[in-house]
């Protein structure tokens, strides 16, 4: 398993957490707007930066379709 793939795991399963909800949840609506690529692609954005700057991405990228970054 490649580091980017345990980070995406992590972050998918921390910003369920985050959301209160399932982990499969947030994938299925990841998968459904189209954005799973993306976001298992954004990696070196990511996890270099505090872990609720990605969820505020995740939250606008949902809403909008579209990265704040």
């Not at 692609?41 to 939250?59: G, M, P, Q, T």
């Not at 606008?60 to 579209?66: A, C, Q, S, Y």
Request: proline share 0%.
């Amino acid at each position: 398993m490649t580091k980017e793939f345990k980070f995406f795991i992590y972050l998918l399963e921390h910003y369920a957490d985050y959301k209160r909800v399932d982990a499969g949840e947030i994938l299925k609506v990841l998968q459904e707007k189209g954005l799973l690529d993306l976001v298992m692609e954004s990696y070196e954005l990511y996890h270099i930066e505090a872990i609720e700057n990605a969820f505020h991405d995740l939250d606008h990228l949902i809403e909008t379709g579209v990265s704040l970054y």
